[in-house]
């Protein structure tokens, strides 16, 4: 039997942290991976430290402490910006899940099929992360690296996210496919946040998840889509080369080419909607 | 570490380790069994409960973050001794608990979104029971519970002589949805040393095991194949092909090799990279074209070709006919492996008493576990007693041994109670599957849209052992022409040895299979003729006075046509909306369509006799005997139903014993729908029995009515009243034996194989999103003629309940060993997947069957699958030829054939 410690401030998690700990939050994809085990390494729990809780507007925009659940989220008074990410949330597992569930366990954990990364990644989101020797942030795209890898040194810590407050009126949403309605790991998702001045297309974001080892941003869509007419017309806009980012693969949830396919067509529906 | 936190509004205090799951607390450390575990995994919902008022999987939370909080389970939904909350008795009055063991986290779900609103809606209640699996009951009658809580319920006892066809609440639904039933992990003694089982990580594989001294002397005992004095079991007297610990040998990936036995926690804390096994892989035998190829390595020594069996029926000239027919269609059908993930894992404990070796197990079948375990253990059956436990589902995969022969073994050895409680990762390797199946079909019929001719071959892939291979492939030629009238018939059936999992027995017993391709047969011959395609099928449906193809004259009780003429209005009207809707163009398509099947009820063509009895103690307690086992379909219920009326009493007044093989009768296995038809007719008997010995010890003519008060029994007949003392009477016990009436069949399949048989029609409305390939079923109306419908509400449950799991088998289950081992990636319909099932139920009474009752556990299933791939037919154009149907087949089978269309 390991160490278990659940500080109540992030000092205290972060000395720990000088030596390895296995961090534990919402426990959804921890206790997952020791079906039938026996836990026996150190455990770093930081679910007792309050800093790391919640959601509150800052003068640039939005700070989400990292252990805000995903029904936290979806309770949280906050604009429709983040409706995508609202979205999302409720597709995390069941309600159980969101019940437990922490933001930055998802994006720890790394999952290409991450419900909540395509969203975040659409929302420019910004990771914070801390140390004994201080904190840094990153944008969310470099601090996941790969399948289960992320930027986390040793000694660190997620603490929160950083969401930038939107130059125009945002809209977002998201869309999960899946074999089946709840509980279900995605064979693609999209999000996209879209900004609107003047009844066209002022800046948009746009995420693919489940199609490549990390879910992408899409530049080139992003760029096709500015000055567009925000209407129903905009998902028209959709091109397949736009998609080159992506690097689905077979697997039993689908085939490569199919990933392409439905996410082009995810992406059409998606930006139909919040511009209509 | 020490904390405290309130459980269900008591201080409770708590000490271990904190990184213990809340599930594991509750149910170990404080002995609140009722939160249920079903995979440890968040995948299944089984062990929610509310922590801080909001519903979590108690398996995933850490002990060290419960200190302080308020933790809420079934056992607090009580207001008070015999006090259920009113959504406790929502779920009874609704029959919305079958097997009872996702109940608990159902109602725990259920309970963080009543609390806040009484009157949810639909989707709302969709939300909140969305993490939690139910296997059995499709989830309407879940759903219906909860919208309906505040609705207050009817009382529905019904008078003596009435009970049949009536909806009283299941007999042991009150310890379902208190959490008190005792289900296979619920009831562990304390003292108990634990099995932890070494599986074989390859699908074929070469052994040597190295020293064991070293685990032997950390544990009590390392079991290995030389530790099982007779190491075979199998279903099938002759074939005990299945080696309780593999010797030298592995035949597929999940293969019991050792057994660890220890106190818990020691056996846990030893990984398999820790047991000295020396493994020497060999390409696996996978598929049945790998096993049938001609230098195909043999899985089973004696079984050459890796044939395990095949057979078929014969009648007419079905070569010839088919030059006759005006119209023909062929197709060939695939089918995976298919799991049956019940929501409780197996698991078990036993306990040596003297010479006796006692196993209280999850079961469907504990004369079989007996005969079985006794054979393992060089005993005699009768120092082997099997109490079953609570079953927490089954169908079809709690009939072969799971956890009972090492149990049982250690307990003998070590003189200590020893349990083994599965994993779901376990369950899922080592447990059988559905078989997959290749069928090949060929039919035929005349300008008149009469069937004349069919030719089907099916081959089965059986996996690494027999178990119910025979069954599936002696099953099936019998059935594969489907519930329609035709004169020249061929029919084949055969199943392969591979190294997969073995398959065995899992509702339908592979008709389910073979009805996705003589369904697929209907609508093609109908589409041909321009016939619309429930027409087509009435017209051709089995009626009462026709021959099947086995050369049985059905003499009464087929009520095929009596289903479709049901669906015919749904049919039309739904029609009418699909067109109107699919006229608005858009990537939503829309379709509908209809399967039928018959089952035949029971063993084929094998004596499968059930023996109960009823006793009526002189302190007046009535009691019936019951070998029968519940596992979820309601057969508790039922059969005091039939027995209640046949000695003329209330049900209300009965206690019931059930599965205990030291005090019920054999009443056989259930499985083959059997037991409503067999156990329930002998239950008929047994009270008619008693109430014979009654009216002579009252001198009373048949018609007299009984009252039971106390010790005291009344027998009023006419003007006479007369009382029975009990006392001086002493005990009565009647006793009513039936096995079905079946002949052998000869080498062409001539024979009378069941004694009666199960008919049905589904319909299905679907929408397909064509772009993403995705099938929403909207709607299935599902018309059974049972024969007689003992307890419509379980009737109706055991239809919903079939229906979603045939949604399952077309839409999404899919085993692959190694790769969907989990809950997970292993996917089974949710309640967002299971769309509004209407029940029709057709009651063509069965002179055999009590009451005129049929069976409906398998037929439930047979036709769903069908029915949602016609409908996706009717919206798409594409025939889907292999199940399931993942949205990435059928959206590279549309993109198929528009290219075809374009070219």
Redesign the interface.
């Given at each position: 039997?390991?160490d278990?410690l659940?500080p109540r401030d992030l000092d205290e998690a972060l000395q720990a942290l000088t030596r390895p700990f296995t961090v534990?939050a919402?426990?959804?994809d921890?206790?997952?991976a020791r079906?039938?085990?026996?836990?026996?390494e150190d455990?770093l729990?930081i679910?007792?430290i309050a800093a790391l809780r919640g959601i509150s507007e800052t003068e640039k925009g939005w700070r989400l402490g990292a252990t805000t659940t995903w029904?936290e989220l979806v309770d949280a008074g906050v604009p429709p910006l983040f409706d995508g990410l609202k979205q999302a949330a409720?597709e995390v597992?069941?309600?159980?899940?969101q019940?437990?569930g922490t933001m930055a366990g998802n994006i720890c954990n790394a999952s290409p099929a991450a419900d909540g990364v395509p969203a975040l990644l659409a929302l420019d989101t910004q990771v914070e992360l801390a140390s004994l020797a201080g904190t840094r942030r990153l944008p969310l795209a470099s601090f996941i690296t790969g399948v289960r890898r992320t930027a986390l040194l040793p000694g660190e810590l997620v603490t929160s996210f950083h969401v930038p407050r939107p130059q125009h009126e945002a809209r977002s949403a998201f869309l999960k496919?899946g074999?089946?309605?709840?509980?279900?790991?995605s064979?693609a998702m999209a999000s996209v946040v879209v900004e609107v001045a003047d009844d066209r297309i002022a800046a948009a974001r746009v995420a693919v998840g489940a199609c490549s080892p990390v879910a992408q941003r899409l530049p080139e869509l992003e760029q096709a889509l500015l000055g567009a007419p925000a209407n129903a017309q905009l998902g028209e806009r959709v091109e397949p080369g736009q998609l080159a980012p992506l690097s689905p693969i077979d697997d039993?949830?689908?085939?490569a080419?199919?990933?392409n396919?439905?996410a082009l067509?995810l992406l059409r529906r998606l930006l139909s909607e919040v511009a209509a | 570490?020490k904390l405290q936190f309130t459980l269900n509004g008591r201080e409770t205090d708590w000490d271990g380790?904190?990184?213990t799951?809340l599930a594991a607390a509750l149910r170990d450390d404080l002995g609140v069994t009722g939160t249920k575990i079903g995979?440890?995994?968040?995948?299944c919902?089984a062990c929610?409960v509310l922590?801080d008022g909001?519903?979590?999987?108690a398996?995933?939370?850490?002990m060290?973050?419960v200190g302080g909080r308020s933790v809420e389970t079934v056992e607090g939904l009580e207001s008070g001794e015999d006090t259920i909350a009113a959504l406790q008795k929502s779920f009874l009055d609704h029959g919305a608990a079958q097997c009872g063991i996702c109940t608990p986290g159902m109602l725990m779900?259920a309970q963080?979104l009543v609390r806040r609103n009484g009157k949810p809606t639909r989707a709302e209640v969709?939300?909140?029971l969305?993490?939690?699996?139910c296997r059995c009951t499709g989830y309407g009658k879940i759903v219906d519970a909860v919208m309906d809580v505040v609705a207050p319920s009817s009382d529905r006892a019904p008078v003596a002589g009435e009970a049949v066809g009536a909806r009283i609440v299941r007999v042991d639904g009150h310890a379902k949805v208190t959490g008190r039933d005792v289900f296979g992990a619920d009831a562990i003694p304390g003292d108990a040393l634990w099995v932890?089982v070494v599986r074989s990580p390859y699908a074929r594989a070469r052994f040597e095991l190295g020293d064991l001294a070293p685990l032997r002397r950390r544990l009590a005992a390392v079991l290995t194949a030389a530790d099982v004095p007779f190491n075979g079991y199998g279903i099938y007297p002759d074939v005990k092909d299945q080696p309780v610990l593999a010797d030298g040998l592995v035949r597929y990936r999940g293969e019991a090799v050792i057994a660890l036995v220890g106190e818990r926690?020691d056996v846990?804390?030893i990984?398999d990279d820790e047991v000295p096994i020396t493994w020497m892989p060999e390409v696996p035998v996978l598929g049945v074209d790998a096993a049938m190829a001609a230098d195909a390595p043999l899985v089973q020594a004696d079984k050459p070709g890796n044939l395990l069996l095949n057979g078929g029926v014969k009648r007419g000239d079905a070569a010839g006919a088919f030059e006759a027919c005006a119209a023909v269609v062929e197709g060939t059908f695939e089918t995976a492996f298919v799991e049956h993930a019940y929501i409780e894992p197996e698991a078990g404990w036993a306990l040596r008493v003297g010479d006796r070796i006692e196993i209280h197990a999850t079961t469907q079948t504990p004369y079989m576990d007996r005969d079985e375990v006794a054979n393992l253990m060089r005993l005699k059956p009768e120092a082997v007693r099997i109490v079953p436990t609570a079953c927490g589902g089954g169908f079809g995969g709690k009939l072969d041994l799971s956890v009972q022969p090492l149990i049982a073994i250690a307990a003998w050895t070590l003189g200590r109670p020893v349990a083994l409680v599965y994993?779901?990762?376990?369950s899922m390797a080592a447990s059988t599957k559905r078989h997959p199946a290749r069928v090949k079909a060929k039919f035929g019929c005349g300008a008149d849209g009469k069937l004349l001719a069919c030719d089907v071959t099916a081959t089965f892939d059986t996996g690494a052992y027999a178990s119910w291979g025979p069954t599936v492939a002696n099953r099936v030629p019998v059935h594969a022409m489907g519930p329609y009238a035709i004169p020249n018939v061929r029919t084949w059936g055969e199943a392969f040895f591979t190294n997969g999992p073995p398959a065995g027995a899992f509702r339908g017993f592979g008709v389910p299979q073979a009805a996705i391709a003589h369904e697929a047969m209907m609508d093609g011959l109908a589409d041909q003729l321009g016939i619309d395609r429930l027409e087509f099928r009435h017209r051709n449906a089995l009626r009462a006075g026709d021959t099947t193809a086995t050369g049985q004259t059905l003499a009464h009780s087929a009520g095929l046509a009596q289903c479709l003429d049901a669906l015919r209005p749904h049919w039309q009207a739904a029609h009418e909306k699909i067109a109107s809707f699919n006229a608005t163009g858009g990537?939503r398509r829309r379709g509908i369509g209809v399967g039928c099947m018959w089952y035949g009820i029971g063993n084929t063509s094998m004596s499968n006799p059930s023996r109960m009895r009823v006793g009526l103690s002189p302190a007046g307690t009535l009691t019936l005997y019951s070998g029968a086992l519940d596992i979820g379909q309601g057969s508790n219920t039922i059969m005091v139903q039939i027995a209640a009326d046949a000695v003329g009493l209330l049900a209300s007044q009965f206690a019931l014993v059930t599965g205990d093989t030291d005090l019920t009768a054999d009443a056989g296995k259930t499985s083959a729908s059997r037991q409503t038809f067999v156990s329930g007719k002998a239950a008929e008997k047994a009270g008619q029995d008693l109430r014979q010995q009654i009216l002579r010890l009252a001198n009373a003519g048949p018609g007299a009515t009984l009252s039971l008060d106390g010790a005291s029994l009344s027998v009023r007949d006419g003007a006479e009243l007369r009382t029975i003392d009990l006392v001086t009477a002493g005990p009565l016990m009647g006793e009513g034996m039936f096995d079905p009436p079946t002949t052998p069949l000869d080498a062409d399949g001539q024979g009378v194989p069941y004694a009666t048989y199960g008919f049905a029609a589904q319909l299905a409305e679907v929408e397909v999103d064509v772009?993403?390939?995705?099938v929403k079923v909207l709607r299935i109306v599902a018309a059974h003629d049972v024969g007689r419908a003992i307890n419509p509400t379980l009737v109706e449950g055991q239809i919903q309940g079939g229906v979603a799991q045939g949604l399952g088998l077309a839409?999404?289950e899919?085993y692959?060993p190694g790769?969907?081992e989990?809950l997970?990636?292993y996917?089974i319909?949710?309640?967002?997947?299971v769309p509004e099932i209407e029940c029709l139920l057709i009651e063509d009474r069965e002179p055999l069957g009590p009451s005129g009752a049929k069976g409906i556990g398998e037929p439930a299933l047979v036709p769903t699958a069908p029915a949602i791939l016609g409908a996706v037919h009717h919206a798409t154009g594409v025939r889907v030829h292999r199940v399931p149907l993942?949205?990435?087949r059928l959206?590279?089978a549309i993109?198929e054939k528009s290219r075809a269309e374009m070219t």
């Open positions: 039997m390991g278990y659940r534990l919402g426990g959804t921890f206790y997952p079906v039938g085990r026996t836990v026996a455990v729990d679910t007792g029904s409720r597992g069941g309600r159980q899940i019940n437990a496919l074999a089946r309605r709840y509980l279900v790991i064979i039993v949830r689908g085939s080419g199919y990933r396919d439905v067509v | 570490m380790a904190p990184v799951r995979c440890d995994a968040g995948d919902g929610t922590l909001r519903q979590v999987c398996c995933l939370v850490a060290g973050q779900a963080e969709e939300d909140t969305g993490g939690v699996l932890r926690a846990m804390a990984r994993t779901r990762p376990e990537s772009e993403l390939g995705t839409l999404m899919e692959l790769r969907t989990n997970h990636d996917l319909p949710t309640v967002g997947d993942l949205p990435h959206r590279e993109v």
